[in-house]
Structures are given as structure tokens and as C-alpha cells.
Nanobody, 123 residues
């Protein structure tokens, strides 16, 4: 089971980034996929998730209206489009596969994790 996150970088406040997470087919098709982030000295926190068929999406309050999660089953890839970035969005972003096909917003809901991609937003 492999998850490969990419797309991070150094941007200025107000800019946009799109993160990608490539997964193998066994990992991807039947499960909710999520994005988490971890800032220095803080616990890993939920950002967004998308159900197995893409019908339902879930966001933390700070991401609602600015971020958009999507999935492309043909490419076994999950995306996180992040707009209007602020310095508070800085951290390592991890994609993960849930144990479930429906709602999953806790770290312990997820059993496979990618390696993380750094997002740094300067003010």
C-alpha cells in the first residue's frame, strides 16, 4: 500500500496550491481518502476528506470555503486545491486512506499514510 503526496511549496499569503496524492488501486477505490496537516510542535489535524465515490466531502472549519478536495478514480489520485492561503496553513500535509468508506475525520480513522509534503505560507 503506497501513497505518494506532492505539490507542496513556499508561497505567499493569498496564493494557491494544489496537492496531489497518488495511490495504488488497492488503496484507493473503496475508501474515504483524507488530508491532514501538522504544524511544528502541534498535533496532526484533519483538513479534508472525500468519500469512496466522491459523493461526500468533509472539511475542517478553517478549510471550508477555501479548500476543495476531489478524487480521480481513473488516475487513483486525490487532490487538495488550496486557495487564499494564510500563514496558519503552514505545515506538512499528509494524505491518508481511511478504514471506512464514509465520514472519517480522526487520525485513528486512517490506517495508511503518505510521506507528507511541506507547505509554507509566508506573510
Amino acid at each position: 500500500v503506497q501513497l505518494q503526496a506532492s505539490g507542496g511549496g513556499l508561497v505567499q499569503a493569498g496564493d494557491s496550491l494544489r496537492l496531489s496524492c497518488a495511490a495504488d488501486g488497492r488503496t484507493f477505490s473503496s475508501y474515504t481518502m483524507g488530508w491532514f496537516r501538522q504544524a511544528p510542535g502541534k498535533e496532526r489535524e484533519f483538513v479534508a476528506a472525500i468519500s469512496w465515490n466522491g459523493a461526500n466531502t468533509y472539511y475542517t472549519d478553517s478549510a471550508e470555503g477555501r479548500f476543495s478536495i476531489s478524487r480521480d478514480s481513473a488516475k487513483n489520485t486525490v487532490y487538495l486545491q488550496m486557495n487564499s492561503l494564510t500563514p496558519e496553513d503552514t505545515g506538512v500535509y499528509y494524505c491518508a486512506r481511511s478504514r471506512y468508506s464514509g465520514p472519517a475525520q480522526k487520525v485513528y480513522d486512517y490506517d495508511y499514510w503518505g510521506q507528507g509534503t511541506q507547505v509554507t505560507v509566508s506573510s
